[in-house]
Nanobody, 125 residues
Framework: VQLQASGGGLVQPGGSLRLSCAAS????????IGWFRQAPGKEREGVSS????????YYTDSVKGRFTISRDNAKNTAYLQMNSLKPEDTATYYC???????????????????WGQGTLVTVSS
């Protein structure tokens, strides 16, 4: 069972990146997917999540209107499209899969069962 996050890199402020989260060893269609990030010296923060039941999405306030989470169950992959990136978005981004998901726990890391290894996003001029 593995989640592989990819797509990070160096981008200028205002730029875009798309992160991918590929699953192996299990199928994502029965799991909610969450993206989390951790900047140096800071606590891990939930960024966005998407339900497996109805595709509903959830975003932390700081990324609303800039980030879009999606999933392609046929490819067993989830994505995080990040636009209008800011220096404060700099962090290592992790994807995770949750068997149980619902109101109030959309970005609670305690409910996520599997975690990817992280991909570094650096926003800098």
């Amino acid at each position: 069972v593995q989640l592989q996050a990819s797509g990070g890199g160096l981008v200028q402020p205002g730029g875009s990146l798309r992160l991918s989260c590929a699953a192996s060893g299990f199928t994502l269609d029965s799991y909610a997917i969450g993206w989390f990030r951790q900047a140096p010296g800071k606590e891990r923060e939930g960024v966005s999540s998407i339900s497996c039941r109805d595709g509903s999405t959830y975003y932390t306030d700081s990324v609303k209107g800039r980030f879009t989470i999606s999933r392609d169950n046929a490819k067993n992959t989830a994505y995080l499209q990040m636009n209008s990136l800011k220096p404060e978005d700099t962090a290592t981004y992790y994807c995770a899969a949750a068997r149980f998901y619902g109101l109030g726990i959309e970005l609670d890391p305690r409910w996520y069962d599997y975690w990817g290894q992280g991909t570094l996003v650096t926003v800098s001029s």
